[in-house]
């Protein structure tokens, strides 16, 4: 279980955070709504101890990520993927040596069959030809990139899946792909996900439960039909650009 | 006036934070990097890709820098000494230039050029696309993958290269003295001979080990922690490359200072 209380995070004079209190139950999918640039990825970013919160608690399956030391924390990494909103693919290496980085266990990296077997399974669990693996990142599209990514993040079969703008630059049809897999990875291998996302109809599509996030806090969790209910302005602002489409996935 | 000397101290104080910081966070890279050194299965094959690249890719414009030094210092002494002073000074002349000077530093200054925009504008890269941190959240080091293997390449390399320029300055010297002044083997080899003491290529390959640590170190740190964009990346590679220049003289001040002048 991932458990928030009065996270704040400023960068300057920039405030950022300011005392997020969020939940996310286990097995389940939630999915971060807010307008860009009201710290969605930031928040991301504390939760698997790549920023540290200014003030406030980070606890996860009841450690404090702030206070993990360098070799909890290594361990503690292993059991999340992180999916990047670009891919964030390692441009020197082809797509079999990007997806092994993701198995996190050391002596199944190095054995190479295991590794093989491994990234092949992923590489067909995200939909992609298995003539792929000798590619390298610039060769692939915009959705490919993201695909992949999803392969390196699910390859060490983590707990946890931190998703960050799955769909964000992709046209429709690849976004409704993206979506699709999102939601079938959740059945498939069983793991606990957090979407952030400012794309309402994806959400509403995939997730059990939606947090809106703006001006560093959130101001409403829920099923999508209790924010389809809600009369929060904030809610119904950000709803309304996308209102018929989430209905319509609702 | 009273506003004129705030702003002073303004600029003074913010000069100072801002100089403690960066000296706090090259302290925390330097240590991380260190930290780095016991995981040597992790950096040892990507040391042996970088510290190829660099001795490959490098060799012809170290080559042909310190050839050109070498014949221009030979070319330059046999025109003011003609007359004067005995032909195999210009021996003496070229070995001592090219050994103690020329080689090291125009090796060095080369060299921050091409690996230091090269390592700083790959990490600046990685940091801006999010590979670095792709590599964090995978529980991986980017000290053992990305900077440490650089590091120990630039530390290791930089002073072999330094050692093929003296070799390419010194022989470059010879033949072109040949060319242009009535000086024998013989001569230049008497006047290479004469003022030579092995410590002097020594202190050659110390004072390049110090200029090949600065040029590591100081480029994978500034393209470590860019920030914004391609605008950042572009000032990670200007600022490496002038920063490990300028250090690489004032080492070479410091060096010699210490080694040679006791």
């Given at each position: 279980m991932i458990e928030l209380r009065g996270v704040r995070k400023r960068f300057g004079a920039q405030v950022v955070l300011d005392g997020v209190d969020f939940d996310v139950n286990e097995g389940e999918t939630v999915a971060l709504l807010g307008p860009s640039g009201?710290?969605?990825?930031?928040?991301?970013?504390?939760?698997?101890?790549?920023?540290?919160?200014?003030?406030?608690?980070i606890t996860v399956d009841g450690k404090n990520v702030a206070r993990l030391k360098r070799k909890e924390l290594v361990a503690y990494r292993q059991n999340i993927g992180y999916v990047f909103q670009n891919g964030a693919l390692f441009d020197s290496m082809d797509v079999f040596e990007n997806v092994r980085l993701g198995i996190v266990d050391e002596d199944k990296f190095k054995d190479l069959e295991y590794a093989q077997k491994r990234v092949a399974e992923c590489i067909r669990l995200v939909n992609l030809q298995p003539e792929v693996i000798q590619k390298f990142p610039a060769e692939l599209s915009g959705g490919m990139r993201k695909r992949v990514g999803i392969a390196r993040a699910i390859a060490g079969s983590p707990k946890y899946l931190l998703y960050d703008e799955p769909t964000s630059g992709l046209d429709p049809v690849n976004a409704d792909v993206i979506d699709a897999l999102v939601q079938r990875l959740d059945e498939e291998i069983g793991v606990t996900s957090v979407m952030v996302t400012h794309d309402v109809r994806g959400a509403f599509r995939v997730a059990d439960r939606l947090a809106l996030l703006s001006e560093g806090k959130i101001v409403m969790q829920g099923t999508p039909q209790e924010f389809l209910a809600s009369d929060h302005p904030k809610v119904k602002a950000f709803l309304e650009r996308d209102f018929d489409n989430a209905q319509f996935a609702a | 006036m009273a506003t004129a000397s705030l702003d002073i101290r303004q600029v003074a104080g913010r000069f100072f934070l801002d100089g403690t910081t960066q000296v706090g966070r090259f302290t925390f890279f330097v240590g991380e990097t260190l930290r780095?050194?016991?995981?040597?299965?992790i950096w040892w094959p990507r040391f042996i890709d970088e510290a190829w690249n660099i001795g490959v890719g490098?060799?012809?414009?170290?080559?042909?820098?310190?050839?050109?030094?070498?014949?221009?210092?030979?070319?330059?002494?046999?025109y003011q000494f003609t007359g004067s002073l005995p032909y195999y000074i210009v021996g003496t002349l070229v070995v001592s230039a090219v050994i103690l000077e020329l080689g090291p530093v125009l090796t060095a200054l080369v060299l921050s050029g091409r690996i230091g925009a090269r390592y700083a504008a790959q990490l600046g890269t990685m940091r801006v696309t999010e590979q670095i941190?792709?590599?964090?959240?995978?529980?991986?080091?980017?000290?053992?993958?990305?900077v440490l293997p650089r590091v120990l390449a630039a530390l290791?390399?930089?002073?072999?290269?330094?050692?093929?320029?003296?070799?390419?300055?010194?022989?470059?010297?010879?033949?072109?003295?040949?060319?242009?002044?009535?000086?024998?083997?013989?001569d230049f080899v008497y006047g290479a001979q004469?003022?030579?003491?092995?410590?002097?290529?020594?202190?050659?390959?110390i004072k390049s080990i110090f200029f090949g640590g600065t040029i590591g170190l100081v480029s994978c740190f500034m393209g470590i922690g860019t920030q914004q964009g391609a605008e950042g990346v572009g000032r990670a590679a200007t600022g490496a490359v002038v920063s490990s220049s300028v250090l690489a003289l004032l080492l070479d001040v410091l060096v010699t200072k210490v080694l040679l002048n006791q």
């Open positions: 009201t710290g969605k990825s930031v928040l991301l970013k504390h939760i698997i101890g790549l920023l540290k919160p200014d003030a406030g608690t | 780095a050194v016991p995981e040597v299965r490098s060799m012809f414009l170290v080559l042909l820098i310190a050839a050109f030094a070498g014949a221009v210092t030979a070319l330059q002494a046999g941190d792709a590599l964090e959240s995978l529980g991986r080091s980017p000290y053992s993958h990305l290791v390399m930089i002073p072999m290269m330094t050692m093929v320029a003296n070799a390419a300055g010194i022989l470059a010297g010879w033949w072109s003295v040949k060319l242009v002044l009535p000086v024998t083997n013989m004469w003022f030579f003491r092995p410590w002097d290529a020594y202190y050659s390959f």
